[in-house]
Nanobody, 115 residues
Framework: QVHLVESGGGLVQAGESLRLSCVVS????????MDWYRQAPENKRELVAT???????NYSDSVKGRFTISRDNAKNTVYLQMNSLKPEDTGVYYC?????????WGQGTQVTVSS
């Protein structure tokens, strides 16, 4: 059975940093492109960052230059380093991958940035 477990969220002040982790079990981690999404209250879930199996990365314009996605295939883990956090970065952050038309999600980790 596939499990994605996020951790690392918390309450920080604007300008501070957090590092999120997502451990994937029950699947062949290294073959998947991995994503981080976030969802603020009353908003749709939005794609924040993607890392391919070849470690190419892509970011939404709102986080480009501040966030860094990375992966450690030996640990079945994807990370999201978030620097210079802003109040608008507040939300629940989810890791995700898609395989054969199926979507796999973690339970999410809350990030709250105070001004």
């Amino acid at each position: 059975q596939v499990h994605l477990v996020e951790s690392g969220g918390g309450l920080v002040q604007a300008g501070e940093s957090l590092r999120l982790s997502c451990v994937v079990s029950g699947s062949i981690f290294w073959v998947y492109d991995m994503d981080w999404y976030r969802q603020a209250p009353e908003n749709k879930r939005e794609l924040v960052a993607t890392i391919t199996r070849g470690k190419d990365t892509n970011y939404s314009d709102s986080v480009k230059g501040r966030f860094t996605i990375s992966r450690d295939n030996a640990k079945n883990t994807v990370y999201l380093q978030m620097n210079s956090l802003k109040p608008e970065d507040t939300g629940v952050y989810y890791c995700h991958y898609r395989y054969r038309s199926s979507d796999y999600w973690g339970q999410g980790t809350q990030v709250t940035v105070s001004s």
